[in-house]
């Protein structure tokens, strides 16, 4: 057999294998709330991806945000909260509460969001909600996975585009 003719039936073989691989990225954001009996809070993890959260700061605010590197911008933390406070809503007894974006860690490829809701009696709170759109504005099979827990009690939701909003009855 011609070499040419081989190396053309190699390539043909490698193309078809390749088409049937596809790759796929999980979209995917982790968000644990817990309460606080000792500081009357609750305490807000928020685990996201770093690629994706820079995606979603410049396509949203236009800035490269350079996350983890020496090169981060010195704006990326006021842009963080700015798009958590428009994203992420937490409402008490049905009025929105107002919560404090406390800072960041990074943790291989995830960036860790603090926020603290404080001065919550929960012995006062009869309903607590989340709506979580982080990254649905940019990725439509993004799910937001929210754990809630108070009390010894656990409560979690996967939130998507489409239902992104969960609700406990304390």
């Known amino acids: 057999m011609n070499v040419r003719i081989k190396y053309a039936l190699m390539a043909v073989a490698l193309l078809a294998l390749m088409s049937f691989v596809t790759f796929h990225k999980f979209y995917v954001s982790v968000t644990h709330v817990n309460y606080s009996e000792k500081d009357t809070a609750f305490q807000i993890t928020s685990r996201i991806f770093i690629d994706d959260l820079e995606a979603v700061l410049l396509e949203r605010y236009g800035i490269t945000s350079n996350l983890n590197t020496a090169k981060e911008s010195k704006l990326t933390e006021e842009y963080i909260g700015k798009y958590f406070n428009t994203k992420f809503v937490i409402e008490i007894n049905g009025k929105k509460a107002a919560y404090k974006f406390l800072g960041k860690r990074y943790e291989n490829d995830v960036v860790m969001c603090f926020l603290e809701l404080p001065n919550i009696k929960l012995s006062d709170t009869k309903s607590i909600s ?16 929210v754990h809630f827990k108070w009390k010894g009690k656990k409560k979690s939701f996967v939130l998507i585009k ?9």
Do not use: P
């Open 130 to 145: 989340v709506q979580n759109e982080i990254l649905t504005d940019l990725f439509d099979e993004q799910q937001n996975i």
């Open 162 to 170: 489409q239902n992104n909003k969960g609700m406990l009855n304390l």
